[in-house]
């Protein structure tokens, strides 16, 4: 084995915490090799001692796995006096995360896919909040395509403080900003990545938010320069994220997870929406057999009926289990399953939410739970 091949193996080592290897951070100073002996030099400049022995330890672990030396040292080179300063990877890219002034949680609902319902479920789930005595900032960060004046039926523009900055218009009880209230809703965005994440820290900083407990964002698909430029910026309590059951979604919203992740912003857990069609109701055929026959429906639906010949069906349009192994997979709780609901899409198309149109329905029923649980998470 040559020091090439050594390299090689080193550069699967990941300085802890950090998604980059020790041997592109530089680590690696020096590899001798003497038939089947080697001795490895780190040149690591942090303070902190157990990443220091993490590393070693993993130079060792690895070079005995490969099976081609019999003697492994593994030295840590020492630090100058006027060298020690904490190097590149020591350096907490977001340790200049900062909190909103009087704005107690900050709540991201993401996922990395479109289409799968993040704008009801925020909206939803922050008037739920507003419902159970909280006071809440709903915040659309879609630059690109933002929902929230259609979904909220709010057609203005926000007007401006002698401070200068943007008040959010008011409207259910909560406090809203979106770019569709700048721009105009049918406007199109051409925007490039930097005017994106202008426009975003702007947001956070040039919106006169007042005193909240919890300010929910409604973030875009994917993990570009809106999501970068808000977990550099912004201390964030956690994210929820939310699929569709289909694994092709739960493939992307997976990425968007494991962003979240990396940069030490806690998910909550995952939200399941179009779940599934519910049907309830009853039939003058109490024969358990007839009705299970004429509503299963090819082999998606699961029927549960009594000797009343009441049913409640369950149709798995788009499959089930998506929310449930991402949960699993990150080890955070599924919080909720929202089916599909004519009423819920009724009351979203027309500009009144569900929550507000209906707060007793079953579905407001299951936001008003999401957004116990949230507060029971964040608040101990």
Known sequence: MDKNEVLKILSEIKYPGFSRDIVSFGMVKDVKLAGKNIVVSLNISSEQEDKVNTVKQAVGTRLRASGKFDEIMVKVMEKPAQAQTASPADKDPWANRSELNNVKHVIAVASGKGGVGKSTVAANLALALQAQGQRVGLLDLDIYGPSLPIILGINERPDVSAEKKLIPLEKFGLRIMSFGFVSG????????????????????????????????????????????????????????????????????????ADMFTKVEVPVLGVVENMSGLQLNGSVLNRDGETITAALELDGFGRVQTDDQGRFDLRYDLFKRGGGESESRRLGVPLLAEIPLSQALMQATDSGQPLLVSDPEAPVSRLYQSLAQQLQTKLEG
Do not use: C, H
Not at 185 to 194: E, F, H
Not at 220 to 234: A, E, I, N, Y
Not at 236 to 245: D, E, L, N, R
């Open 185 to 256: 809703s049918n406007a199109p965005a051409i925007w490039r990545g930097p005017m994106v994440a202008k426009m975003t820290e702007q947001f956070f900083n040039d919106v006169d938010w007042g005193d909240l407990d919890y300010l929910v964002l409604d973030l875009p698909p994917g993990t570009g320069d809106v999501q970068l430029t808000l977990v550099q910026k912004l201390k964030i309590s956690g994210a929820i994220m939310v699929t569709t059951p289909q694994d092709i979604a739960v493939a992307d919203v997976s990425k968007g």
